[in-house]
């Protein structure tokens, strides 16, 4: 019999709506349930794509016996870390506070009164490695409950306590200056892995926002270090296997130092932050590789992560099953050389292996490998390789028929953000209107689904349906800066006035009116044991960061001082932060890049959009590399854009005006001009 998750929405507690353990969502009910039966809950957070989370799923919640003794002695609250962010932001820090060390599944113990007071991730369902099995885990934690009630309600007192006291420093609500950027970068030089890419050590994960600031520091000040960094990991992880050589877009994170064996999920948020950082690449260096990166990155988005909706979903998973029934990680991805020649016949299957660095001992498990491009001499027939009936198609069509992983299609609001962005200035840069249209439905349905009448988000749907969860932060910021580049691709200003109508809830609902701080979570937001309040980056950029660079875009389009002032004084935590952990606050650095940029405004007029000397403008507007420039394009006078206001043709033909600080530069109706006061 189905337990309580049977009626949600998630796809991962739907995983769970089957199992044996009574499972609740997230609800005061389930507390309610705890205090009736005085008993404690066991919060489990994870996420549909997550291998381990399967793990445990399979090892100890399809249990019965482990579900019997849950149920008699346990509330079980199953939580989707994507559609509870702010749950799993409060509590992650309680283990990482208490252990060291975070990921999921997350397992914590909590009082009815909601406060942690034990806490771990993955545990087997046999003592291994010196962790003990989860059925001793939960006869521990009954007996400490039962026998120690004040040692363990003393010890959820301090940890929340713990929490409290752990205040962020917000700097001094200034920009950071020159000095804050050359020290970000003088320590990103100091972790950077010159023979590999990327930073630090294993795992390794794709460094995106790090690589915004990289392009727009070089853009800036013309610093070729951080142009060789962005670019040589850029080519590294795209020659990697965990970039996918057959269908494009990237896994989650590499397990070894070289970018060869990745963790097979692949992520939204990762493929969108990737494909907009690969565009601004092939922006600044004309990298045919950067190009090639891009557009299979976004075909891939639309093709695999589109929803029937118009949005996109939030994940493929890593497992697959291998063809035997058997659920295994990477099973749709490897290749082994016999494959290879089923496939393609002993010639093409030889020169396959060659290219894409299958061996017989292979690169990942049981002798197969990870599709790569590594470095080599030999010059390869590219027609064999990638023309039609090549090497690459058939290999993707023989791929296509093995089982596929399975696709968590929720719609996340702030990934679809991020989707926008990436894929309205791809399709602008490399002249694919489907591109942009794909962001025009997806923020269609932003709008038709997640908004209220009063602009509020809501964080998830499925299906068309609305979820039940709040936006937070960062649903805001990344929607609004989906938005405001929408506006300056489409020309349609009604995108600018939607990023307008989310950031008021920002400046209102989300920041400290004193300092300028930002929480992640809105001031009428469910209260937890602690408000969550994070500006360093994670997987994605932060909701700070993310909504000052928003702020940021929407001051200059509009030339609200408001919006500016709020978007300078959040950028205080980067001048902190910046030159003590440049790796974890990248986006705030290259949010940082605008503002010391000015950010640029570019007003395009021209009797229509369509009009050859228009678009001709419109074009070098979006490709010149100024940190953060901001595009309006429109008739001249017209009223969807406040930067066409009082902009004039010149001599009747379509012109271009940039302008900085309070300062214009003399109206051009030339496209190179244009580039050139843009950098482009």
């Known amino acids: 019999m189905p337990n309580r998750l049977a009626h949600e929405t998630s796809p991962y507690l739907l995983q769970h709506a089957d199992n044996p353990v009574d499972w609740w969502p997230w609800s005061d009910e389930a507390f309610a349930e705890a205090r009736e039966r005085n008993v404690p809950v066991l919060l489990s957070v994870g996420y549909a794509s997550c291998h381990w989370c399967h793990v445990m799923a399979h090892e100890s919640f399809e249990d019965r016996a482990t579900a019997d003794y849950l149920n008699e002695h346990f509330v079980s609250v199953k939580v989707d870390r994507e559609e509870r962010p702010d749950v799993d932001a409060v509590y992650m820090e309680a283990v990482q506070a208490a252990t060291g060390q975070g990921g999921w599944p997350m397992t914590v113990f909590l009082t009815p009164g909601a406060e942690p007071f034990y806490f771990g991730t993955y545990f087997p369902p046999e003592p291994r490695h010196g962790m003990p099995s989860f059925r001793q885990l939960l006869q521990g934690v009954h007996q400490a409950w039962e026998e120690r009630r004040d040692e363990v309600t003393e010890v959820a007192g301090k940890i929340v306590r713990d929490l409290a006291g752990r205040e962020i420093s917000y700097g001094d609500a200034q920009l950071p200056g020159e000095e804050q950027q050359a020290q970000a970068l003088l320590g990103l030089t100091r972790e950077y892995d010159a023979q590999r890419g990327g930073f630090g050590g294993a795992p390794k994960f794709p460094p995106s926002m790090v690589l915004e600031f990289l392009l727009r520091h070089h853009a800036r000040t013309g610093a070729e270090g951080a142009l060789q960094m962005a670019r040589d990991t850029a080519e590294r992880m795209a020659r990697g296997g965990i970039y996918d050589q057959l269908g494009g877009g990237f896994a989650r994170y590499s397990v070894d130092r070289d970018w060869v064996t990745p963790h097979f999920e692949k992520m939204l948020y990762d493929n969108a932050l990737l494909c907009r950082v690969y565009a601004h690449l092939w922006r600044s260096t004309g990298s045919e590789l950067a190009r090639r990166v891009a557009l299979e990155t976004a075909d891939f988005m639309v093709r695999e992560l589109g929803t029937p909706e118009g949005g996109f979903a939030s994940a493929l998973d890593a497992d697959s099953d291998d063809g035997s029934g058997r659920h295994v990680e990477g099973a749709y991805y490897v290749w082994t050389p016999e494959q290879l020649r089923e496939v393609l016949g002993e010639r093409d299957a030889e020169l396959a292996a060659r290219y894409f660095g299958v061996t017989e001992e292979g690169t990942f498990e049981e002798g197969a490998s990870v599709l790569q491009l590594p470095q080599q001499d030999e010059v390869f027939d590219a027609d064999r390789i990638g023309g039609a009936g090549g090497v690459r198609e058939r290999l993707l069509a023989a791929r296509g028929a093995?089982?596929?992983?399975?696709?968590?299609?929720?719609?996340?609001?702030?990934?679809?953000?991020?989707?926008?962005?990436?894929?309205?200035?791809?399709?602008?840069?490399?002249?694919?209107?489907?591109?942009?249209?794909?962001?025009?439905?997806?923020?269609?349905?932003?709008?038709?689904?997640?908004?209220?009448?009063?602009?509020?988000?809501?964080?998830?749907?499925?299906?068309?349906?609305?979820?039940?969860?709040?936006?937070?932060?960062?649903?805001?910021?990344?929607?609004?800066?989906?938005?405001?580049?929408?506006?300056?691709?489409?020309?349609?200003?009604?995108?600018?006035?939607?990023?307008?109508?989310?950031?008021?809830?920002?400046?209102?609902?989300?920041?400290?009116?004193?300092?300028?701080?930002?929480?992640?979570?809105?001031?009428?937001?469910?209260?937890?044991?602690?408000?969550?309040?994070?500006?360093?980056?994670?997987?994605?950029?932060?909701?700070?960061?993310?909504?000052?660079?928003?702020?940021?875009?929407?001051?200059?389009?509009?030339?609200?001082?408001?919006?500016?002032?709020a978007a300078e004084r959040a950028l205080g935590v980067v001048k902190s932060l910046g030159p003590r952990v440049p790796r974890f606050v990248g986006w705030g650095l290259a949010v940082a890049e605008a503002a010391l940029d000015g950010p640029r405004e570019v007003a395009v007029v021209g009797p229509a959009l369509d009009d050859p000397a228009t678009a001709a403008l419109h074009r070098r507007a979006l490709l010149g590399v100024a940190p953060g420039a901001v595009v309006a394009v429109g008739a001249p006078e017209g009223d969807e854009f406040p930067l066409l206001a009082d902009r004039p043709l010149v001599g009747g033909e379509p012109a271009a005006y940039v302008c900085r600080n309070f300062t214009c530069e003399a109206p051009t109706t030339d496209p190179d001009r244009l580039s050139t006061a843009l950098g482009g």
């Open 402 to 565: 093995r089982p596929a992983p399975g696709r968590d299609d929720k719609v996340v609001a702030a990934w679809n953000g991020l989707a926008i962005a990436a894929l309205a200035e791809t399709g602008a840069y490399f002249d694919r209107p489907d591109l942009t249209e794909a962001a025009v439905a997806a923020a269609d349905l932003l709008v038709r689904v997640h908004l209220d009448d009063h602009a509020r988000i809501a964080r998830t749907s499925r299906d068309g349906r609305v979820g039940a969860n709040a936006g937070v932060l960062e649903d805001y910021a990344d929607v609004a800066e989906g938005f405001l580049a929408l506006a300056s691709v489409t020309g349609e200003g009604v995108w600018l006035e939607f990023a307008g109508l989310l950031l008021d809830h920002v400046l209102a609902r989300f920041t400290d009116q004193e300092t300028g701080a930002l929480y992640d979570t809105a001031s009428d937001a469910e209260r937890l044991i602690r408000r969550p309040q994070d500006p360093t980056d994670n997987a994605v950029p932060s909701g700070w960061t993310a909504a000052a660079g928003a702020l940021l875009g929407y001051a200059a389009q509009t030339g609200s001082a408001a919006h500016r002032t």
